[in-house]
């Protein structure tokens, strides 16, 4: 049984300027203990999706329009967007059986409280510990996640750690509750590769040690390669790919997955290969286009593309392909 | 090394920034931003700077380009618009130029930054930005200007008509186009690139690289290519430096780094870089801890707290920078005897 599943969600927001389809149809489940990869570029709504099922998303000028988030839990179902983002029921599940790690930890903690006051404030709230076994508990997370000297750090202030350190309690305080899902929001993409490479390592080896499951939001491929079992490819706010790891990889279909797979150089390659990037820029939101979102940038495209959205539908064992090419 | 085609010859260059504390401002450390560093740039061809965040490659772009003043050190630029009748070109140094004859040398020298966002005058049009550097050098005006602009423009790939269009008009990408287009006006000899991919999408980076290389092919340009991305530095240069903490630790051939690296810390960040396939399982060389603060660095070699293979020797003594011979310059004390993995190929 998944852990998550999400139907036919459609995040929009209302602005000035007209109506932004964020996240327009997306069906994806998230399986226990497995992580799920969602790629795409900027504006291509993967944060969009991960907030919806936060209950994160600002109403207004938000909205989920349509859609179901299913969260099963002790063999029960709980229908996500049917509850009240600010109440009881959400507040109990956020950060306590879902939790999230951003993208930017120095502007997501709390610059003038130390960093074991705020993992403690998850703890105390959720799990209803004492202030001294909550510090205690914090003290452990800290050691869990390899910041050096826990009992000192414990009681310093974000400003005093370094990027990477910043990102480490972030995930102490994520995991302090031992959540069922774990929403990381590109969380190494603000670091080092060095470092990088550190924060990934950790987050395989918790995952392994919590069973938790992950959905790991990034841009960058070789990541997802690292950390993912499954993978979803969105673009202009719709899946367009969908399958293991493994075969996004060796069995690419979506001729948008191929363009970046193309367009990224390779450490590999020992000569010099002159790259192919995908022509043109994503639409801009308020213009997308009547068919296929790919069409205009498509090396493929056919007529039907212009006019007709393709649906995702299966193009081979477990692979999923929204792509007219495979009709 | 044939020293007659080398358009920029840095040697030990140096930039300190000083640390000042208490009611008097009393200097009491210096943050060795750049420290010691020497390196040369052969006409025609792209010299990749890699290293972490805060390991001073964009000091040491600026300072090559005297935008800092440099604390101490040499850069020897062989400019052909100071060049004298008869001559070639005219050696200067950079580092110690006079104001009116670094205000022709910039017409040499130019610079494309990071972030195309903060780097370009909301309140200016396209068309004003990019003809800046002509009105500044007197280079050209009026009609004639308007007409090299759009030349300009259409060498990056934009249309002339987006002269009369303000910065926010413009995609990530697009504005960086804006930003090589610039650079390009006074026909420079040398762009020091620094970041100009790292702040764009995938899909737009390549498009820019592309830009980059074609561009490099068309005018004769020398690239200084500053970047953290290792791939891309890999894709786009012809010899890569790689600095940590303000020092050049490894400096060679693009395919001799990465089929033969001869520092441990090249090692270990080539190992670190995700690599886009998920059948690869090769153990990744984990780096212990953080860059060390370059106001108060390790003693010895600056790597060796993080380093696998030091010994007593490195805690105490700094190794020399030497070449190992073929123009692969290496700082370490066990450059020829470690045997260190290189990036996996094929």
Redesign the interface.
């Known amino acids: 049984m998944p852990l998550i599943e999400v139907r036919d969600l459609k995040t929009y927001f209302y602005t000035e300027d007209g109506v932004v389809r964020a996240v327009d149809g997306v069906d994806f489940t998230i399986e226990p203990e497995k992580t799920l990869g969602v790629v795409g570029?900027?504006g291509c709504g993967k944060t969009v999706a991960a907030l919806s099922v936060m209950g994160l998303i600002q109403i207004p000028p938000g909205k989920i329009e349509t859609g179901e988030i299913l969260y099963h839990r002790d063999g029960k179902v709980t229908e996500l967007t049917g509850l009240n983002p600010k109440g009881r029921e959400y507040r109990s599940i956020r950060g306590n059986e879902i939790a999230m790690i951003f993208q930017e930890p120095m502007t997501s903690l709390n610059p003038v409280y130390t960093i074991g006051n705020q993992i403690m404030e998850a703890i105390i709230l959720h799990q209803h510990l004492k202030k001294k076994e909550a510090r205690k508990k914090a003290i452990e997370m800290l050691h869990a996640v390899g910041i050096p000297v826990p009992e000192q750090r414990v009681d310093e202030y974000p400003h005093q750690l370094?990027?990477?350190?910043r990102q480490r309690a972030m995930i102490a305080m994520a995991l302090s509750c031992n959540p069922s899902l774990l929403i990381a929001d590109e969380p190494t993409t603000a670091l080092?590769?060095?470092?990088?490479?550190?924060v990934?390592?950790l987050m395989n080896g918790l995952r392994e040690n919590f069973n938790t499951a992950i959905q790991f939001i990034t841009?960058?491929?070789?990541?997802?390669?690292?950390m993912?079992d499954d993978v979803v490819i969105m673009y202009l706010g719709k899946i367009v790919e969908s399958a293991t790891?493994?075969e996004i990889?060796h069995n690419t279909k979506h001729p948008y997955t191929q363009?970046?797979?193309?367009?990224?150089?390779?450490?590999?390659?020992?000569k010099?290969e002159?790259?192919?990037?995908?022509?043109g820029?994503?639409p801009d939101p308020f213009e997308v286009p009547e068919g296929c979102g790919f069409e205009p940038r498509c090396p493929q495209a056919m007529e039907i593309c212009k006019t007709k959205i393709p649906p995702l539908k299966e193009v081979a064992s477990c692979h999923l392909a929204a792509c007219w090419l495979y009709e | 090394m044939s020293s007659d085609n080398i358009l920029l010859d840095v040697k030990n260059l140096k930039k300190y920034f000083p640390v000042r504390k208490g009611v008097l401002r009393r200097v009491v450390a210096h943050v060795k931003a750049v420290d010691d560093i020497d390196m040369y740039i052969k006409e025609g061809e792209t010299l990749g700077l890699v290293g972490e965040s805060g390991c001073g490659k964009t000091t040491t772009g600026r300072t090559i380009l005297r935008l800092i003043e440099p604390t101490a050190g040499e850069v020897r630029f062989r400019s052909k618009k100071l060049a004298g009748q008869g001559e070639e070109y005219k050696e200067v140094d950079v580092a110690t130029a006079s104001r009116k004859t670094l205000k022709a040398l910039r017409r040499d020298m130019q610079v494309i930054f990071q972030d195309p966002y903060s780097s370009l005058n909301p309140r200016m049009t396209v068309g004003a930005i990019v003809g800046e550097p002509l009105l500044v050098h007197r280079v050209a005006k009026g009609r004639e200007r308007e007409n090299r602009v759009r030349e300009l423009l259409a060498a990056v790939g934009l249309k002339p008509d987006h002269m009369k269009r303000y910065p926010h008009e413009f995609s990530g990408g697009q504005r960086q186009r804006i930003g090589v287009a610039r650079a390009l006006a006074l026909d420079p000899q040398l762009i020091i690139a620094d970041e100009p991919v790292s702040a764009l999408d995938v899909s737009i980076q390549a498009q820019v690289l592309n830009m980059l290389e074609d561009l490099q092919e068309e005018f004769g340009l020398t690239y200084l290519f500053i970047a953290h991305d290792l791939s891309v530095v890999k894709h786009i240069s012809d010899r890569v430096a790689v600095m940590y903490l303000g020092k050049i630790v490894e400096l060679c051939k693009t395919e001799e780094l990465f089929t033969n690296p001869k520092h441990p810390y090249t090692e270990a960040l080539m190992s670190a870089v995700p690599v886009p396939d998920p059948d690869y399982n090769v153990e990744r060389i984990l780096l212990e801890g953080d860059v060390p603060s370059p106001v108060n660095p390790p003693s010895g070699c600056y790597f060796h707290p993080r380093c696998r293979y030091a010994k007593d020797t490195c805690k105490t003594e700094a190794p020399v920078y030497r070449d190992l011979g073929n123009e692969h310059f290496v700082c370490c004390h066990f450059a020829d005897s470690l045997s260190l993995r290189p990036v996996r190929t094929g």
């Open positions: 570029e900027s370094s990027g990477g350190m080092d590769v060095t470092i990088e490479a550190q990934l390592d841009h960058d491929l070789g990541v997802i390669a690292q993912a790891a493994s990889f363009g970046l797979m193309n367009s990224i150089p390779s450490l590999a390659t020992t010099k002159r790259l192919i990037p995908i022509k820029v994503v």
